[in-house]
């Protein structure tokens, strides 16, 4: 048989099906890859995007010594736990300041022993603790002699710790133990006794209420400037970050919201306002300052790590601390 020659109408044409076919398959896949390439675009765009900003975060930490975005969620979850607290029930605020407080005592003992100070955490613990029933329910002359049972407390169970041969070492100081358990107890349990004695009183808890937001203000009006403007360092061997640019937005901040919170929370005259603003910026620097010089000294960064973004308990309540005495003698002249 001969085989029907090419182009006959019985031949076959194997070029037919594979020419007839390529072209729709090479659209296709165009228009895939134009799609793959737009997502690769995007991709891109959005991890460039991710970059930058966690560039922008880098920088704004490096300026301000915090992570900003995990401050402000804590600082939030804390502001309202403690608008509830004083607002609500002011049993609540007891509980709410004891938590603070055993928090705060325990990672200042803990910062101590890490540098070598051989003072007991848990009866600190149990010292403070006893401090806030007694500030709550006696008032100031409660406060008074808890602190100084706890004191008691304290130093006797060091005393009786040094009888152990180990605790005899020629590095371990006992007099200078003592003297670091005396100053947790004075600094954290006395300062913020007060602030639970003022707000057992009638009305009270809305002079706490305004002493801490003016504190706040002032920490947040010093934070804002000094990241905008600040140039001047004011105590660059005890903090580096803090300026005078800083400390005048403070100033001002205090003097806005002492002046707004007297009148129209405190129901007092404006020169009250005034009066605290300038008192509590005085107070609240001293207090972040003494808190810086801890910090040097013991040669720590933050003194605990138990509030992201923050630190720890004392690292945001270095200015309140010492605010307290001024709120507490202002409330007992005029409130």
């Known amino acids: ?67 900003l975005p995990k401050a402000i969620f804590f600082g939030l979850v804390l502001g309202f736990a403690l608008l509830f607290s004083l607002i609500v029930v002011k049993q609540v605020f007891m509980l709410f300041g004891a938590a603070l407080m055993v928090f705060t005592v325990y990672e200042l003992a803990s910062a101590l022993r890490f540098a070598g100070r051989d003072i007991p955490r848990i009866p600190l613990v149990v010292a403070s603790l006893a401090v806030v029933p007694a500030a709550f329910y006696l008032g100031a002359e409660g406060l008074w002699w808890s602190l100084l049972f706890g004191i008691a407390f304290v130093s006797l169970w060091r005393i009786a710790e040094s009888a152990r041969p180990s605790m005899r070492a020629p590095g371990v100081s006992l007099a200078t133990d003592l003297a670091a358990g005396v100053f947790v107890l004075a600094y954290v349990a006395l300062l913020g006794g007060f602030a639970i004695v003022m707000t ?16 706040i203000s002032i920490d947040t009006g010093a934070y804002a400037s000094g990241l905008a403007f600040g140039k001047h360092p004011m105590a660059p061997r005890i903090s580096p970050k803090k300026t005078w640019e800083g400390f005048a937005g403070s100033v001002l901040a205090a003097i806005i919201a002492g002046v707004l919170l007297a009148v129209l929370m405190l129901g007092e005259d404006w020169w009250v306002g ?30 605990s ?20 005495i001024v709120a507490y003698v202002l409330f007992a002249l005029l409130g």
């Open 305 to 324: 790590t138990w509030l992201p973004g923050h630190g720890g308990f004392l690292d945001r309540l270095d200015s309140i601390l010492p605010s307290t």
């Open 1 to 67: 048989m001969t085989e029907p020659a090419e182009g006959a109408p019985g031949a076959a044409s194997p070029a037919e099906p594979t020419a007839a076919r390529p072209a729709p398959r090479r659209r296709g896949g165009s228009a895939r890859a134009d799609v793959e390439a737009k997502l690769h675009d995007v991709e891109t765009a959005l991890q460039d995007l991710e970059a930058r900003a966690r560039e922008m975060d880098a920088r704004i930490e490096a300026r301000a010594g915090r992570n």
């Open 274 to 303: 005034l009066v605290l603003g300038l008192a509590l910026v005085g107070t609240a620097t001293l207090g972040d300052l003494t808190e810086s010089l801890i910090k040097r000294d013991l040669g720590i960064k933050d003194i």
């Open 200 to 215: 057992a009183q009638d009305g009270g808890q809305w002079w706490t209420l305004a002493y801490l937001i003016v504190v």
